[in-house]
């Protein structure tokens, strides 16, 4: 049986679907630190510095609908840190629940020696229940916590780092 989405490289023409699905999140204070909703154009220089070679962003598709995303981003500007990227999954409300954030992950994992990656991370807020258990089934650990880092609607929140490192 074939896969019910199809994922790709993303292209300009996909930066709107991707921030709309991003902004999905926002109201729930699960998943991003945003308060308010982001728009194309602030968007803009974070799309541009994701490059196949290196910091690939995939979107997926069902039936020609954008249905979420996948981002490696680089984990720290500093040069001893190229191995590693930091991942960020989104995936549409209508889609949520359906395996996509688990087969996301798992090509990014496998995808990672060929980037010249060594290590994946993910911030994922400690409140965050579902991100963290996908993240641990797929093998990434507890590398720490930053306590009450973030405040959304006055309730203080901290950030888990989970890491996992990546064999060729």
């Known amino acids: 049986m074939s896969e019910p989405w199809t994922i790709r ?3 300009g023409e996909d930066l709107p679907g991707i921030v709309a699905i991003y902004n999905q999140t926002i109201a729930s ?4 630190a945003d308060l308010e909703p982001v728009s194309v154009a602030q968007r803009a220089d974070w799309f541009a510095a994701h490059k196949p070679e290196r910091h690939p962003l995939w979107v997926v598709e069902r039936d020609g609908q954008l249905v979420g995303w ?3 981003s680089a984990f720290h500007s500093r040069a001893a840190y190229d191995a590693t ?10 889609e949520r ?3 996509l954030g688990r087969d996301l992950l798992r090509r990014a994992i496998a995808h990672a020696p060929g980037i010249g990656l060594r290590n994946l991370v993910g911030l994922i807020f400690l409140h965050n229940r579902a991100s963290l258990g996908l993240f641990e089934t797929e093998g990434f650990a507890r590398w720490g ?3 009450e880092v973030a405040e959304l609607d006055g309730i203080a929140r901290s950030l888990v780092i989970v890491g996992r490192r990546i064999t060729s």
């Open 70 to 72: 996948l981002s490696y």
């Open 97 to 99: 629940g359906k395996g």
């Open 9 to 11: 490289d993303a292209v």
């Open 85 to 94: 990227a930091e991942l960020s999954i989104y995936v549409d409300q209508s």
């Open 29 to 32: 204070r699960e998943v991003t």
């Open 145 to 147: 916590t930053l306590p």
